[in-house]
């Protein structure tokens, strides 16, 4: 379970880079960090769309500021991600385009209803997902929209 949430998140991340700005970014406007860090992509850069480009530059950056214990736990993330099955890659990308297209308040609502999750006792999650299981298609869409606060959007 801790390592679907994990994907989760990452899937998070990566589509709030996907739908982030598109313009893109001169190779010489990079930062020196930035450039060590896509290096490899020196040779290629100008043939890169431009919104890959503005992906690769926001993330050459984050990544340049994080701590060696954080760009551990990013290089594992994102091998969990690679490992995936296309499909299950899919619909993660799928429910974190409908997490954007959310409100500020339904997505904090959302955020917080996972960490009060997540501060539960391991059995008490498992009964929670063993009762959901058991609902039909219907009750759990109404659990879904009851948690998130709003009845727009399908989740």
């Known amino acids: 379970m801790k390592a679907r949430l994990i994907l989760t998140a990452a899937a998070l991340f990566a589509m709030g880079a996907a739908l982030a700005d598109s313009h893109g970014v001169a190779w010489a406007e990079l930062s020196a960090e930035q450039q060590e860090v896509l290096g490899t992509f020196a040779e290629s850069w100008d043939a890169l769309p431009a919104d890959r480009q503005a992906r690769l530059s926001r993330g050459a950056g984050r990544w340049s500021q994080m701590s060696e214990r ?46 009060r999750y997540r ?8 009964q929670l997902r063993e009762r959901y299981q058991r609902m039909t298609p219907e009750e759990q869409r109404e659990i879904r929209q009851r948690l998130r606060g709003s009845g727009q959007r399908r989740l």
């Open 70 to 115: 954080e760009r551990k736990k990013a290089r594992k993330r994102f091998s969990d991600w690679r490992e995936l099955p296309n499909k299950r890659r899919e619909v993660i990308r799928e429910r974190a385009e409908i997490f954007h297209s959310l409100t500020p308040e339904e997505q904090r609502r959302i955020r917080d209803n996972f960490h």
């Open 119 to 126: 501060q539960m006792e391991r059995e008490r999650r498992q």
